[in-house]
């Protein structure tokens, strides 16, 4: 019976690091059994090693978000291993912040097949299952600056604003499934790596030294979402250091 299922399939992408693989730690260890995709394979294969080792459960497989097919093929092996799928942890994410003048065109692009259509290509790949199951679980995670916009966060915003605005509507149209968002504020992860613009690296390093949380932080508030009964939906969850302004 679904509504008292204690030990549920949880697909996470982006789980290779930060906020993904401290999500994926915590919720092996509360008896769940998770899933983990990201490109680097690698590190997904030895986070799943180390949790099976630790008494959890737990595998991985090679997942590029920003493809639709790699995404079902995710989704498909892990519904064949378990025969459903009670959560989608919809992590996968990147920030290369900049100035809208340095015209960094292929980064926008990059940011929205990450961070939007990854959501929505995770989105299309469990509906069906979680459909014909009648009950699923689908946690999308968002921003603070999916709130609020800020200098060298317009495109990085508007794909966060979207990830909220399209989580509101499948929650409205879905009346079988539970739709969370979680916004992290700043949250120590290899996120800022992938800022190429020096200065701004500089400064958003600095920010996250002054002020942040660890990712396990922002596990544990996923974890709380998933650990209410089904008919509890918790729809967001906004996560952010005490000294963050
Ligand atoms: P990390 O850089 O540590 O993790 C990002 C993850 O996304 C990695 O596992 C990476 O794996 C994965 N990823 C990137 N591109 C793809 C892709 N094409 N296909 C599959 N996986 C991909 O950063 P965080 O843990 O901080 O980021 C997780 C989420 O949290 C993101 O959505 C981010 O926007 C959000 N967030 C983070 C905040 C912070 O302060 N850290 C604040 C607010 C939101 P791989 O490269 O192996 O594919």
């Known amino acids: 019976e679904p509504s008292t299922r204690t030990s549920k399939v949880v697909l996470i992408t982006g789980a290779s690091s930060g906020i993904g693989e401290a999500t994926a730690r915590h919720l092996a ?3 769940h059994r998770i899933v983990l995709g ?23 497989r090679q997942l590029d978000v920003t493809d639709l097919d790699s ?24 920030m290369p912040l ?11 692009n990059r940011m929205i097949d990450v961070n ?26 968002a921003s603070v600056s999916g709130h609020r916009v800020d200098p060298t966060a317009a495109v990085y915003s508007a794909t966060k604003f979207a990830v909220r605005a399209l989580s509101e509507g499948l929650r409205q ?6 739709v969370t968002v979680v916004s992290p504020g700043l949250t120590r992860t290899e996120l ?11 400064g958003a390093r600095a920010m ?26 918790i729809n967001e969850l906004i996560v952010r250091p005490t000294a963050q302004g």
């Open 208 to 233: 996250v030294d002054q002020a942040s949380i660890p990712a396990g932080a922002i596990a544990e508030a996923i974890g709380f979402a998933i650990s209410q009964p089904d008919g509890v939906d």
């Open 116 to 141: 939007l259509r990854g959501v929505l290509n995770g989105i299309a790949a469990v509906l069906p299952i979680m459909a014909e199951q009648k009950s699923g679980h689908i946690i999308n995670v």
């Open 98 to 108: 900049s100035f809208m003048a340095e015209l960094r065109i292929d980064e926008w």
């Open 71 to 94: 995404v079902k093929a995710f989704v498909a092996a892990a519904d064949e291993r378990y025969g459903r799928v009670d959560v989608l942890v919809n992590n996968a994410g990147v």
């Open 173 to 178: 149209e879905s009346r079988d499934l539970r």
């Open 38 to 60: 990201a490109r680097r394979t690698d590190r997904i294969a030895a986070i799943a090693r180390d949790i099976g080792q630790a008494g959890g459960q737990a595998h991985s």
């Open 29 to 31: 260890t509360s008896g």
């Open 192 to 202: 800022f790596d992938g800022i190429a613009n020096p200065e701004i690296k500089a």
